[in-house]
């Protein structure tokens, strides 16, 4: 059982940065990958970066290549996402998420467990 925490989301103008946190329960998060999904609303979720158990391989969709860094702690139960020249499509409620997965998992079903989730509004 895994369970997530997110925090970090908040209002930020175009242009400027954000980081997301996610702190993780459970002595089980180094056999798990990691991932940040989005959910503008209206919208479906969608991937946004994932990365492996050991942190060897990380995916980011197209949309934020770039401009947003997943980084997993596995001493710490922590994954990060930086989030630099923030736009206003970005704005969502932004969810970690651990799957049981080997390797990296980008679909939203092979995913188990998910955090509550916080808003990031990036305003223009």
């Known amino acids: 059982q895994v369970q997530l925490v997110e925090s970090g989301g908040g209002l930020v103008q175009a242009g400027g940065s954000l980081r997301l946190s996610c702190a993780a329960s459970?002595?089980?998060?180094?056999?798990?990958?990691m991932g940040w999904f989005r959910q503008a609303p209206g919208k479906e979720r969608e991937i946004v970066a994932a990365?492996?158990?050991?942190?060897?391989?990380?995916y980011y969709a197209d949309s934020v290549k770039g401009r947003f860094t997943i980084s997993r702690d596995n001493a710490k139960n922590t994954v990060n996402l930086q989030m630099n020249s923030l736009k206003p499509e970005d704005t969502a409620a932004y969810y970690c998420?651990?799957?049981?997965?080997?390797?990296?998992?980008?679909?939203?079903?092979?995913?188990?467990?998910w955090g509550q989730g916080t808003q990031v509004t990036v305003s223009s």
């Open positions: 459970g002595r089980t998060f180094s056999n798990v990958a």
């Open positions: 998420a651990a799957s049981w997965t080997y390797g990296l998992p980008l679909t939203r079903n092979l995913y188990d467990y």
């Open positions: 990365i492996s158990r050991s942190s060897g391989s990380t």
